[in-house]
């Protein structure tokens, strides 16, 4: 059976007529598609590997019904036998959210914004033209059905992972009446459903937009409020009005005629909500159930956006069990659940990494008064170097990383060992200790352990602002 890139390589000599330069694995993200990079001569391509057929099948067809829009969506290239993998046009690897967080709040980010939703508004009028909703993924309208399901999903994945006690009828209940008050809106359009800047690309400043799949017919306040409400973005909230403005304008004149603008903002805003409950409900799933460590960092960033949002945006209907449990979610005390603590300038804690080869090295000794730390055997997670092409290679080197997200069980080893030594640091910062040691030994020192004393050292970085040192052992050792 062919793997992945296999698959992606011989679609690609198909479509190019020849075998590609070079393939080159993208970053996942929170789905189960694989996206690769194809390159050949000046030319490249996106390629996609996606077991989910029907999840390929509407993909497609929303692509080629937008593209011949002359909607700004890639155009499709090529789709093998199958239909488990695609190519497209290459785009670009720039989304709106990197621009965001490489530039800050400038006027130039915020005109991007402003164009993005002024593209949003005519995907959504022009792109409703003529679509066969019968090719949606799930539901073919984002009507009561899926608004409850929506709240559910926030309900089950979140609130009860919190195990705060609340009464679950009347929850229900109120979940009833809002999903009834969102639902008569009068106007319905294509719904991107996932539409935030993360899904923006951005090619000489213009807009172009991606991972469409999960579209169907519905009210195009959601959308807005994606984008302009996504807490890792994180938007002045001058600009979220002002943006709000610019899509309204800009939906007048693909729609050319005016809106009642006091009944589309109030819904606006309950869509809002139901978004941001939408993404707690993501982020509870992929960092409370499967333990990713991104999703969980992003929780504080939405609870304070929700809490921003009911502050200052009540809501029009009588739904008391519900407010009253969005007010116990965004307490102080469940922000601080999931905001772990941070070090600063201060924090004297220096965190300490190692790689190591039982065979050469043994285990590292802590020389620090108390002694102690982790250590971790690798030897349970396939060896990369067992395999000629990565002899020569090292944990860091992209192939060998590459090889240990795919084909092992690295990930879920790496997300067991940060539940143990998140609380050890947490600790550690609150009460002042300087060193903390954490060792990962594998056969030879060169890849396993090199590999997630890597990540490791990245993680506590990211998610604490720790220093720490990383240092491998074997390396004069290391196959050349």
Known sequence: MATHIETIESLASSALGAPPDRIELL?????????????????TLIGTYNLN??????????????HAQGLPVPAVVAVNEAGNAYLQTDLGSESLLNKLEELGYTDHVKGLFAASLTCLAQLQVKGHEGLDYSRCITAKEFGKQAILSDLLYFKYYFLDALQQPYDKQAMIDDFEALATYLTHTEYKFFMFRDFQSRNIIINNDRPYFIDYQG???????????SMIWQARADLPDAWKQDLLEHYMQALEE???HKIDRGIFVSQYYGYVLIRLLQVLGAYGFRGLFERKAQFLSSIPLALRNLKWFIEHRPLAIHVPEFKRMLNVLVSDEIIARFDPPKANDDTPLVVHVSSFSFKKNGYPEDESENGGGFVFDMRGILNPGRVDEYKQLTGRDKEVMDYLE??????????SVWDLVDITVEEYIKRGFSKLMINFGCTGGQHRSVYAAEQTARHLR????????????NADNWVR
Do not use: C, W
């Open 27 to 43: 970053p996942q993200s929170g789905s189960d598609r694989r996206y690769y990079r194809i390159y050949h001569g000046d030319q």
């Open 53 to 66: 057929l029907k999840e390929n099948d509407t993909f497609l067809y929303f692509s080629r019904h937008f």
């Open 215 to 225: 579209g169907m017919r519905g009210a195009p306040q959601y959308d807005a409020a």
């Open 254 to 256: 693909v729609l050319q």
């Open 406 to 415: 795919q084909k092992t069980r690295m990930p879920e080893f790496l997300n």
């Open 462 to 473: 990211n998610k604490y602002r720790v220093k720490t040192v990383v240092q491998h052992l």
